[in-house]
C-alpha cells in the first residue's frame, strides 16, 4: 500500500509541474497548489514512517510552502470586510 501511495503522491506532484511547464495551468492557481499541497504532503506522511529525513525536509517544506500560497490565494477571493 506504500509504494500506491509513493506513486499518487508523486504523480500529483508531477502533474501539477508538467501542466504548469506546458502553460495549462497557472503555478499560482489553486488547482495547482492543491496538487501540490496533496502530493507533498502524501510522501511527507510517508517519509516521516521510514525516518527519511532527508525526503521529509524537501516534501513537508513543499507542503507547507503549497499551503501557504493557497491559503494566501484564498484570502485574496474574500470579499473585502467593510
Not at 499560482?28 to 510517508?46: K, M, P
Not at 514512517?49 to 513537508?60: A, D, H, I
Request: proline residues 2%; hydrophobic residues 60%.
Amino acid at each position: 500500500m506504500g509504494q500506491v501511495l509513493q506513486i499518487v503522491g508523486a504523480l500529483l506532484v508531477l502533474i501539477a509541474f508538467t501542466l504548469a511547464q506546458f502553460r495549462l495551468l497557472d503555478a499560482r492557481s489553486n488547482v495547482y497548489l492543491l496538487l501540490n499541497l496533496v502530493g507533498s504532503a502524501i510522501l511527507a506522511v510517508l517519509a516521516l514512517g521510514q525516518r527519511q529525513w532527508g525526503f521529509l525536509l524537501l516534501e513537508g517544506v513543499w507542503a507547507l510552502v503549497s499551503l501557504w500560497g493557497l491559503v494566501a490565494r484564498l484570502r485574496e477571493d474574500e470579499p473585502a470586510r467593510p
